[in-house]
Nanobody, 114 residues
């Protein structure tokens, strides 16, 4: 299973970015796709997750600003990030989990700065 992320970059406070993560390989249809982030000197934390069937959950600080969505036909998960602030600066990692195991993307840097 391979995960390829895209969409990170530099954005000004208040701006938006959309991250994408495409999953390839042999996977189970029932799975969890999510996004974690790790800022310098901090532990990796869950940002948002989506379970097959529609259930989602978000870290409290991103509720109302970030939206996770998925295209099961493309095995792709997205993270729409709006109203970004400097505290959102981190490396964002995609996670895919099914009966076969847990798999991570390579990470994409998101920097929020003026």
């Amino acid at each position: 299973v391979q995960l390829v992320e895209s969409g990170g970059g530099l954005v000004q406070p208040g701006g938006s970015l959309r991250l994408s993560c495409a999953v390839s390989g042999t996977i189970f249809s029932i799975n969890t796709m999510g996004w974690y982030r790790q800022a310098p000197g901090k532990q990796r934390e869950l940002v948002a997750a989506s379970i097959t069937g529609g259930s989602t959950n978000y870290e409290d600080s991103v509720k109302g600003r970030f939206t996770i969505s998925r295209d099961n036909a493309k095995n792709t998960v997205y993270l729409q990030m709006n109203s970004l602030n400097p505290e959102d600066t981190a490396v964002y990692y995609c996670l895919f989990r099914d009966q076969g195991g847990s798999y991570w993307g390579q990470g994409t840097q998101v920097t929020v700065s003026s």
